[in-house]
T-cell receptor
Framework: GESVGLHLPTLSVQEGDNSIINCAYSNSASDYFIWYKQESGKGPQFIIDIRSNMDKRQGQRVTVLLNKTVKHLSLQIAATQPGDSAVYFCAENTGGFKTIFGAGTRLFVKA | NAGVTQTPKFQVLKTGQSMTLQCAQDMNHEYMSWYRQDPGMGLRLIHYSVGAGITDQGEVPNGYNVSRSTTEDFPLRLLSAAPSQTSVYFC??????????????FGEGSRLTVL
């Protein structure tokens, strides 16, 4: 059936602050997780990934944390900039390269 | 490289009409997939393919058909369009190797309205 919920969760942060976006995933057998950024009118773009044998991975200004015990992912963005304003999705690979997306969080960066 | 190319970008259909959304990639990716995204919501997997001749159902396959006759192309067919299929459709591809990242490369989307 159709999903309910017409409004994405929203996070509003001040420019220069750190942002933390959270995600709960559903399948305990998932072994690979990815964060995507989607700007208005565009397709999602890869930010960072992590495999299930890790609990932390860092990129440029971004860090992903994985807690398999509670099936939780977080994306931390350091020194958030106006260009970071977008919708952020976590995605899980459930095996065989099939990728399922979470609901998304809209990030607003206030100048 | 063009990456993932979707056509058409916009389409309006009447209820009951059929149509095909085209998707092509030039990155020699084995894995291709179709998602739909409704306003203010996430992406839901419709169908996917791990190689030519192989397709499988995703989360919301009803009302859609796919085929994968070549590595490059993965068309999505709407058999008899319904207003509930009004959405933005994204095609995505990736390398299907365990030693590669599973990063999906997305097309720019096809906005479909069914009246």
């Amino acid at each position: 059936g159709e999903s309910v919920g017409l409004h994405l969760p929203t996070l509003s942060v001040q420019e220069g602050d750190n942002s933390i976006i959270n995600c709960a995933y559903s399948n305990s057998a998932s072994d690979y997780f990815i964060w995507y950024k989607q700007e208005s009118g565009k397709g999602p773009q890869f930010i960072i990934d992590i495999r299930s044998n890790m609990d932390k991975r860092q990129g440029q200004r971004v860090t992903v944390l994985l807690n398999k015990t509670v099936k939780h992912l977080s994306l931390q963005i350091a020194a958030t900039q106006p260009g970071d304003s977008a919708v952020y999705f976590c995605a899980e690979n459930t095996g065989g390269f099939k990728t399922i997306f979470g609901a998304g969080t809209r990030l607003f960066v206030k100048a | 490289n063009a990456g993932v190319t979707q056509t058409p970008k916009f389409q309006v259909l009447k209820t009951g009409q059929s149509m095909t959304l085209q998707c092509a990639q030039d990155m020699n990716h084995e894995y291709m997939s179709w998602y739909r995204q409704d306003p203010g919501m996430g992406l839901r997997l419709i169908h996917y393919s791990v190689g030519a001749g192989i397709t499988d159902q995703g989360e919301v396959p009803n009302g859609y058909n796919v085929s994968r006759s070549t590595t490059e192309d993965f068309p999505l067919r709407l058999l008899s369009a319904a207003p509930s299929q009004t959405s933005v459709y994204f095609c995505a591809s990736s390398l299907a190797r365990v030693d590669a990242t599973g990063e999906l490369f997305f097309g720019e989307g096809s906005r479909l309205t069914v009246l």
